[in-house]
């Protein structure tokens, strides 16, 4: 079955230092894979979504970077973290056809 | 701009009776809608889904009905359970140019009281 790995579990980092979120796949190959952002009062906002080695698509603008080096693995960076950054971040994969998302155990950031 | 609105932030029922949470949409051109459930510190999971072109879907304890003219979307879970406890997302897709786009929205968080 497909499962995904995503650490660490909680981070704090302070404002202008850089970030590097990983995500592993295991159990399928070519996956899409997504990184989404939970912040406070709103929805899992997608934050770009990859369907490919080295395809990396962004939806909103932000200092935020992805990139995806292998198959199964995506990355999710940044430089210099702002406040703004805080909240709770999911990877997620999905398998076209098949319908729906299978999600990662999230990381909590909290920009300090 | 929430494309999918979760109104309800929180829910709170008695064991046994039934949880209804709720889920308005704005986009037609949605054809698929799904149902998460979060436990804290978890990812979400899946819990149920709904194609458009049907109005109810069954599994067990939880129904999810599909009004596609006041474009509305509800989960029932009948009988309530304490391990009911969580949050619920609802979720919507629609085909675009490189596959589903799926748009969630803001979660209700559902406490079942024994």
């Known amino acids: 079955s497909q499962t995904i790995h995503q650490w660490p579990a909680t981070l704090v980092q302070p404002v202008g230092s850089p970030l590097s979120l990983e995500c592993t796949v295991e159990?399928?190959?070519?996956?899409?894979l997504y990184w989404y952002r939970q912040a406070a009062g709103r929805g899992l906002q997608l934050l770009f979504y990859s369907v490919g080695i080295g395809q990396i698509s962004s939806e909103v603008p932000q200092n935020l970077s992805a990139s995806r080096p292998q198959d199964r693995q995506f990355i999710l960076s940044s430089k210099k973290l702002l406040l703004s950054d805080s909240g709770f971040y999911l990877c997620?994969?999905?398998?076209?056809?098949?319908?729906?998302?299978?999600f990662g155990s999230g990381t909590r950031l909290t920009v300090v | 701009d929430q494309q999918v609105k979760q109104n309800s932030p929180s829910l709170s029922v008695q064991e046994g009776r039934i949880s209804i949470l709720n889920c308005d949409y704005t986009n037609s051109m949605f054809d698929y809608f799904l149902w998460y459930k979060k436990y804290p510190a978890e990812g979400p999971t899946f819990l149920i889904s709904?194609?458009?072109?049907?109005d109810k879907n069954e599994d067990g304890r939880f129904t999810v009905f599909l009004n596609k003219s006041a474009k509305h979307l509800s989960l029932h879970i009948v009988p309530s359970q304490p391990g009911d406890s969580a949050v619920y997302f609802c979720?919507?897709?629609?085909?675009?140019?490189?596959?589903?786009?799926?748009?969630f929205g803001t979660g209700t968080s559902l406490t079942v009281i024994p």
């Open positions: 709904i194609s458009s072109i049907k």
């Open positions: 159990g399928t190959s070519n996956p899409n």
């Open positions: 997620a994969l999905s398998q076209p056809p098949v319908y729906g998302y299978t």
């Open positions: 979720a919507a897709s629609e085909w675009v140019n490189t596959g589903n786009q799926f748009y």
